[in-house]
């Protein structure tokens, strides 16, 4: 029985542990991954911000489409937006923000571009949040999908163009596609062809002058904290605490 105690006793304060260096460790990940990033390049949150997220199923994560009004949380989904509405509303009650997420699963540039009138123009956001770029590449491995990287620049830049002229103004952040090698989905078989998507979302925001959120290198830090099925379900989709990592990554772009 003493041994049984004993036993149990030290599970629990290991996986205390655990849990206490997760908590913990989540902001100097991403502040370490982020740390070069100059005010200059983030978005200044202004009162009565409309706040969009857009993007694939990393943003859309099971919103309810039925759902139209912001700041719910059935319509924000249970990942990254969820949680970095929650952080801005928290932190910016005086403000009145207005916060949607129109991510739908699956989709590539060009699909956004199909619905972009609906899903962004007309709701006229303030601030804009693109994450886009993990399709255009993996369902081309066996998906069908015929696109090439010029096909996702090209795109892309047409979609930003649309973009400003449409809402002059418009305050835009890019995510950048990650995936987390070794974790299910994501397979030596991806590289370096993926590599040329993360550099061109990167190119993309330095050209155009907009904050950019470095998720690789982000995920790549918290590698050093737990492996990647920690941070990820399936290399691409995050976990909880992935999502946490992306939302604070999310924070570092805004300053308030």
């Known amino acids: 029985m003493k041994n049984i105690f004993q036993n149990s006793r030290r599970n629990f304060i290991r996986k205390a542990a655990i849990g206490t260096m997760a908590a913990i460790s989540i902001p100097h990940i991403v502040d370490a991954a982020t740390n070069s990033i100059k005010d200059g390049k983030k978005v200044q949150l202004n009162k009565d911000d409309i706040i969009l997220f857009q993007g694939d199923s990393i943003t859309d994560w099971g919103r309810d489409r039925n759902k139209t009004e912001p700041n719910n949380t059935s319509a924000l989904g249970s990942g990254y937006p969820l949680l970095t509405a929650g952080e801005l509303l928290m932190k910016n ?3 009145n923000l ?4 129109k991510g739908i699963s699956g989709n590539k540039v060009f699909q956004l571009a199909d619905r972009w009138d609906t899903d962004t123009i007309a709701l006229k956001p303030t601030i804009l949040s693109i994450h886009i770029g993990v399709n255009d590449y993996w369902h081309t491995l066996g998906g069908g999908y015929k696109g090439t990287i010029e096909t996702y620049i090209t795109d892309y830049k047409k ?3 649309r973009t400003k002229k449409e809402l002059p103004g418009v305050k835009i952040i890019i995510g950048e596609p990650f995936g987390v090698k070794g974790v299910k989905a994501v397979t030596d078989a991806w ?9 061109a979302a990167r190119d993309i925001a330095e050209e155009y002058d907009l904050p950019f959120i470095p998720y690789q290198a982000i995920f790549d830090k918290a590698l050093e904290s737990a492996p990647g099925s920690y941070w990820t379900l399936d290399g691409v989709h995050p976990s909880i605490a ?3 990592l992306m939302s604070h990554g999310w924070m570092k772009m805004v300053k308030s």
């Open 159 to 161: 979609l930003l163009d």
């Open 242 to 244: 992935g999502e946490k």
């Open 93 to 95: 009650p005086e403000k």
């Open 98 to 101: 207005q916060i949607y997420n």
């Open 191 to 199: 590289y370096p062809a993926f590599d040329k998507y993360r550099k």
